[in-house]
Nanobody, 125 residues
Framework: QVQLVESGGGSVQAGGSLRLSCAIS????????MGWFRQAPGKEREAVAT??????YYADAVKGRFTISQDNAENTLYLQMNSLKPEDTAMYYC????????????????????WGQGTQVTVSS
């Protein structure tokens, strides 16, 4: 059973930074696509960034400000968020598509199988 636990959320002022972490347990080596999603009140869950086999994807809204990375030795996924804006306020979730790489890295939350509980990020103006 794959378990994902996010941490690092909090409240910051606009322009500030946060680093989210996602500790992954239950499987030694995950090669599938991993990602960070966010969901603001009243909105659908959206992909923020994904990573697989060293390739990354970023939503247009976060390009140049957010960086996704992974530490395979520690089984941890990270999201460095800089120059935060009030519109970045949301619950942030880490997710794993599949344990093993299946050749695609989806951008839809519905395609990801494993999820964490989320960590809240609040950015004030």
């Amino acid at each position: 059973q794959v378990q994902l636990v996010e941490s690092g959320g909090g409240s910051v002022q606009a322009g500030g930074s946060l680093r989210l972490s996602c500790a992954i347990s239950g499987y030694t080596r995950i090669t599938g696509c991993m990602g960070w999603f966010r969901q603001a009140p009243g909105k659908e869950r959206e992909a923020v960034a994904t990573i697989v086999t060293g390739s990354t994807y970023y939503a247009d809204a976060v390009k140049g400000r957010f960086t996704i990375s992974q530490d395979n030795a520690e089984n941890t996924l990270y999201l460095q968020m800089n120059s935060l804006k009030p519109e970045d306020t949301a619950m942030y979730y880490c997710a794993v598509d599949r344990i093993f790489w299946r050749g695609v890295c989806p951008k839809s939350a519905a395609d990801f199988v494993h999820w964490g509980q989320g960590t809240q990020v609040t950015v004030s103006s």
